[in-house]
């Protein structure tokens, strides 16, 4: 079997990898796999915006207490002061770009929105349709370039890593790849492999992600020897559209931050009960109280209402939500929007450090499959689109230097199919997706307990060992390798959740409600880690103080 070289090879085409591969020296061969088409990632449906300090009444300070805030005392504060620093620098980068970013109203300023947890105004955006506009602007700049190579229907299935290959070092070299067009595996080989994959809402019932987040990153990472962290904290975002044919439809986190309301279905508001901010309160006390009232109720939603605002200004600053719940027969300027919380962010993931290498030398991963430190126990809105893109950039100078270090590619023998079968069961597999998604949105969801996270810990044990079966005995198919991945990600959700013993931001358990006075990290390391250094602060900058972490080892299955 030929295996493919490339200099970088990148796993994920949105916001984390394309921004990346513009900015790999241009002299490198660069590739991008795409597990569906190149819109397919989180960032295209992202309505919000990117979190910065743009305007003079703001200030880096400001920005930094308020992510810390949010974060619940879990946030790394080198982490956060390094990505609100570099955020003025990333946005000039996007407008330089061509990203059409709204500005106010008869001016050339840049219009600035204000979301939960947000002490000033410093989202910046294109409408409500953000995401949109920057995913084409990455996407148009990235085919111009002779370098980059797109390949879209590629996932991923293993890092192959030196230690794999029987050789000698702890070096990540490439990666096996299904191309869903031939319907066979590939041997991709490279230098620096970068993991963008995205995080696991898809683990949920009900999530607002894309069906490609099922953690695919995260798990090859984990299989592979790497350490993840804090994967107990998932963000349900409070408000995702409730509708039989809306599916996955968010309603943006800005309409509560021009004044939108939340509502019981009496018609009465109730978010000043459990915080003093009301509805511009951080997600997960939002989300918790959502989910407390409907459960008080019995109610299927609630509601969020704007219609007290103009039309005008309601088609003007939220088009994409104005179309959709239209073409659902809701008009959002005579009434409100029935609303449910849903997964939406995967908080934790890869260990990795300023420059976003992880426990693998060769290996690098950004965005939402990266433990940076910023989000702490909840992230706040709009810091993840920031995070990926200075990331991209930091990791970026930390590869261009790399791809002039000398590198041998090793022999690699191809995927061996000689003892699998195709399957006769597929109907196995949609049982325990199902499956899986149920019992993590009822026992691992917004609310937890010891019991519930037991229960959840027995049945995803099951369902590991009937996937590793099919997984040996029949050929390799997305549907089973999302499932494999997925159940990966699950396992380690719960098994972080069980370690910590205290409710803080996103981690909410009726059995400890209180929060601990020394908190920490909770990191799992695998059996076939690496030997690895202490988190180092970038370029050897001084490092301010974070929590101590819990670090437990468990096995990784192959």
Known sequence: MTAYKHDVLIIGSGAAGLSLALRINKHAKVAVL????????????????????????????AHIQDTLAAGAGLCHEDTVRFTVESGPGAIQWLVDLGVDFTTQKGKTSYHLAKEGGHSHRRIIHAADATGYAISNSLIGQAQQQGNIQLLEDYIAIDLITLKKLGLQGDRCVGVYVLNQKTGHVEVHLSKAVVIATGGASKAYRY?????????????????????????????????????????SFLITEAIRGEGGQLKLPSGERFMHRFDARGELAPRDIVARAIDHEMKRLGADCLFLDISHKSPAFITSHFPTVYKRCMELGIDITQSPIPVVPAAHYTCGGIVVDLDGQTDLEGLYTIGESSFTGLHGANRMASNS??????????????????????????????????????????????????????????YVGIVRTNKRLQRARNRVELLQQEIHDYYSNYRVSNDLLELRNLVTVSDLIIRCAQLRKESRGLHFTLDYPGLLKNSTDSVLTPHNAPLFTARKPRNHEKSQDHPSKIEVSISSPQ
Not at 35 to 60: C, H, I, N, R
Not at 223 to 233: D, L, T
Not at 421 to 428: A, F, G, R
């Open 34 to 61: 795409s597990k569906g088409t190149l819109t397919s990632a989180s960032t295209y449906y992202a309505q919000g915006g990117v979190a910065a300090v743009l305007d003079e009444t703001d200030s880096v300070g």
């Open 207 to 247: 999530t607002s992600n894309p069906d490609i987040a099922t953690g695919d990153g995260i798990a090859m990472a984990w299989r592979a020897g790497c350490r993840v962290a804090n994967m107990e904290f998932n963000q349900f975002h409070p408000t995702c559209l409730y509708h039989p044919e809306a599916k």
């Open 385 to 442: 689109l920031l995070e990926c893109f200075v990331f991209a950039q930091s990791a970026s100078e930390k590869i261009n230097k790399q791809l002039q270090e000398s590198f041998q590619f090793p022999e690699v023998s191809g995927w061996d199919e000689s003892l699998v079968t195709n399957s006769d069961e597929d109907v196995i597999i949609s049982h325990n997706w199902d499956e899986l998604r149920s019992f993590m949105w009822d």
